[in-house]
């Protein structure tokens, strides 16, 4: 006999054939109608789902702060586990009440019924009617936590609405105190109240421990929030915590100078929301008055550097200060101003050997970014190679320096063996000042140096790539002489064709900017074969030339695949290149 249910409410959404109850993690069974609680979140989780462990301590302390404060809610565990033992293991930890792991056919009756594609899922219901409240329950606990209760659309509008009053009539108390704390931290454990923050400029700096752009932004910051208290500004910088574990949280804030919200304050996390935080590093300036000034000054000090502290309060006028400083200094810029800091005046050659930088002046130099952990970089590199021995058959006054990204030596060392130019050391204090002054975003990636020591274009790689040796000096006017010499042999070229790589339409010839080949996935400019409804493009090259052997397909894999390393924290690799997240 099939459960008594009603045709609404949580009863008729619960129950599955004669099944009529829910179990405890203590294996207990609890009659879905015992139920009295007028909320309750449907929580659809794994054990193998990462976000899902991270977001369930934070639904269990809502829970259980929830029923301390007698709030009529309850929750019901869906498990997209595979096993019944991981089951058993992840539910153990949660204190609500769960879909038993063996009706499966429930469990994904309830994953179809609320369209689940993707975990962690809370979905909230009104349990008498079964209308549902929200089906974005992870982002409401997340971000209000158990003020969100009971979590209804009427109740995140008055959130939204009490935070923009609160931004409206902002002041660094509303900003960073609570109910429960009105001071901060020192990395000595001492309490410095929030009132001696009044009528000082404060940036926020949000940090995770252990996160290379945000470690490599702070070491910046500690120098010009020095620099900006020795000349007398009244400035202060709060740390806004993000890690989850107070012990790397404290090891990291033992080497800043400044103050800090006490880890694991929900203080840290309603910033988030509150400054709606996108990327990291990010450093929110408070004016003096205690409104925002700029949601994120971070950009501005990742581009200057310490020189940065001249541009302070980053206002419109000392903005433009600073551009017009950064553009003066690109009109003066040398080979030596680039390559040359006190006693490092020299790059290296094989077994280290050293070559003074004086001996590069005058010709065209391309600094080369790269890393033997970067897939693309190692991917690139043969085709580097054979395009800088082309180049240097027919020109001397050519140079490449490799500036490493790599973790240690023999990595590094590794690396330099298959390349025939010069590098940086690996530890040498001038790569940093050099991925500074050209914005390196990404790896790998080529900055051509004109004879004079001006810059040439930031993206010589492109050019490699489209046109080979050719495209050397890398020039405007030499590419401009190539694209002429490419329209006169598109004179002679096919303006149909049919290829096997798209077989379903004709290709067309025609004048294209710069894009994707979708034959050998590198970028094409001026000439392209393409097919407008499917988007496709064919290097000329490409859709004239015979098809690669096996033997030489398998030998480009092999030079991608080969010393494979993972990409350290902080990096992301995809569409050819590896980039800061």
């Given amino acids: 006999m099939a459960a008594e249910t009603t045709d609404a409410g949580i009863g008729a959404i619960l129950a599955a054939g004669e099944r009529d109850f829910l179990v405890r993690n203590s294996g207990e069974q609890v009659k879905i109608s015992s139920i009295e609680a007028n909320t309750v979140a449907l929580y659809f989780s794994a054990s193998w789902c990462p976000p899902c462990r991270r977001f369930t301590p934070k639904l269990i302390e809502a829970y259980k702060e929830l029923a301390s404060q007698g709030k009529s809610f309850e929750v019901v565990f869906v498990s997209g586990d595979q096993d019944e033992e991981a089951f058993n293991a992840y539910f153990a930890k949660m204190p609500w009440l769960a879909v038993p792991f063996s009706d499966s056919e429930g469990r994904e009756g309830l994953d179809g019924r609320f369209k689940v594609r993707g975990i962690p899922h809370l979905v909230i219901l009104d349990a008498k009617t079964g209308e549902v409240y929200t089906e974005d329950g992870v982002e409401f606990v997340s971000e209000y936590g158990v003020e969100a209760y009971p979590f209804t659309p009427e109740r995140i ?224 590199l043969p085709t580097l190679v054979k395009e800088y021995n082309k180049i240097k058959e027919k020109n001397s006054d050519f140079e490449i320096i490799f500036i490493s990204s790599d973790r240690d030596q023999s990595s590094f060392d590794e690396f330099f063996s298959d390349m025939p130019w010069l590098a940086l050391p690996l530890e040498d204090e001038r790569k940093a000042f050099l991925k500074k002054t050209f914005k390196i975003r990404g790896i790998p990636s080529l900055v051509a140096i004109g004879p004079t020591g001006q810059t040439v274009t930031k993206d010589a790689k492109a050019l490699l790539m489209i046109h080979g040796a050719d495209a050397f000096p890398f020039t405007e006017e030499r590419i401009q002489e190539l694209q002429k010499q490419l329209d006169e042999m598109a004179k002679g070229w096919p303006e149909k064709l049919k290829h096997e790589l798209h077989d379903e339409h004709e290709l067309v010839l025609m004048r294209r900017g710069t894009y994707g080949c979708d034959g050998c996935e590198e970028m094409g400019s001026t000439w392209s074969y393409r097919c407008d409804e499917c988007d496709f493009d064919l290097h000329p090259k490409c859709a004239l030339e015979e098809k690669k052997s096996e033997e030489e397909e398998e030998e480009e894999e092999e030079v991608e695949g080969k010393g494979t390393e993972q990409a350290p924290d902080g990096y992301v690799c995809e569409g050819g290149v590896c980039r800061k997240a």
């Fill in 157 to 380: 509008n008055e959130l939204k609405e009490q935070e923009k009053a609160a931004k409206d009539n902002q002041t660094i108390h509303s900003v960073l105190s609570s109910p429960s704390r009105d001071y901060l931290i020192s990395n000595k454990g001492d309490k410095v109240p929030i009132s001696e923050l009044e009528g000082k400029y404060v940036g926020l700096c949000f940090v995770v421990s252990g996160y290379g752009p945000v470690d490599e932004f702070t070491a910046v910051l500690a120098k010009i929030y020095e620099k900006l208290k020795e000349v007398g500004e009244k400035f202060e910088v709060v740390a806004v915590s993000l890690d989850n574990d107070e012990s790397a949280f404290k090891e990291s804030f033992a080497n800043m100078p400044w103050l800090a919200i006490p880890q694991g304050d929900k203080m840290c996390e309603k910033l988030v929301r509150y400054f709606e935080l996108s990327a990291l590093p990010t450093l929110v300036l408070i004016g003096p008055d205690g409104k925002t000034l700029n949601n994120n000054v971070a950009d501005i000090i990742d581009e200057h550097g310490l020189e940065a502290w001249e541009g302070f309060p980053f206002s419109a006028e000392k903005l433009e200060i600073l551009a017009e400083k950064a553009k003066a200094k690109a009109a003066a810029q040398t080979l030596q101003s680039l390559l040359v800091s006190g006693d490092l005046d020299f790059v290296i050659g094989k077994n280290g050997a050293k070559v003074p930088v004086s001996e590069l002046v005058g010709k065209t130099v391309l600094l080369y970014f790269s890393a033997k952990w970067c897939g693309p970089c190692r991917a690139f």
